[in-house]
């Protein structure tokens, strides 16, 4: 026996056109909207902590799935309701927060100068 299951998010996804449609005009007035660097959000987002937070995005997209493994792997079983659930996984942002920002600091900055200085150098003697 099968059971059929249609949505209106399945049959869009099932039409790239129509795919195409629903997210080009959402994000075109979320672009538009941002372009004017106006606003109680855009200054938020601007501010020196969600700055920083960016320039720790990459280490952290790079950190999180080991963090997360681990953190499943110490403490699964302890992981019984939604609660704990939360409890483990606001405890795994944090551990991968601090790692990103340790790796930030100890290898991409680092490696940033290191890279720019030595490109700076093979331009130079030509």
Same mark, same amino acid.
């Given at each position: 026996m099968a059971i059929s299951v249609s949505s209106p998010a399945i049959s869009v996804m099932?039409?790239?056109k129509l795919m195409t449609f629903y997210y080009?005009?959402?994000?075109?007035?979320?672009i538009f909207a941002f372009s004017f660097d106006k606003g109680l959000l855009s200054k938020l987002l601007g501010s020196k902590v969600f700055?920083?937070? $960016?320039e720790c995005s990459f280490a952290m997209y790079l950190v999180h799935q080991i963090v997360?493994? +681990?953190v499943k792997r110490?403490?699964?079983?302890?992981?019984?309701?939604? $609660?704990?659930?939360?409890?483990?996984?606001a405890i795994g942002f944090a551990i991968s927060l601090? +790692?990103?920002i340790v790796l930030r600091f100890a290898v991409e900055i680092p490696a940033d100068r290191f890279l720019r200085a030595?490109?700076?150098?093979s331009f130079r003697k030509r």
């Amino acid at each position: 026996m099968a059971i059929s299951v249609s949505s209106p998010a399945i049959s869009v996804m099932r039409n790239p056109k129509l795919m195409t449609f629903y997210y080009l005009v959402p994000c075109s007035f979320v672009i538009f909207a941002f372009s004017f660097d106006k606003g109680l959000l855009s200054k938020l987002l601007g501010s020196k902590v969600f700055r920083f937070l $960016g320039e720790c995005s990459f280490a952290m997209y790079l950190v999180h799935q080991i963090v997360l493994y +681990a953190v499943k792997r110490l403490w699964g079983a302890y992981i019984v309701d939604v $609660g704990s659930m939360l409890m483990f996984g606001a405890i795994g942002f944090a551990i991968s927060l601090a +790692a990103a920002i340790v790796l930030r600091f100890a290898v991409e900055i680092p490696a940033d100068r290191f890279l720019r200085a030595r490109w700076d150098r093979s331009f130079r003697k030509r």
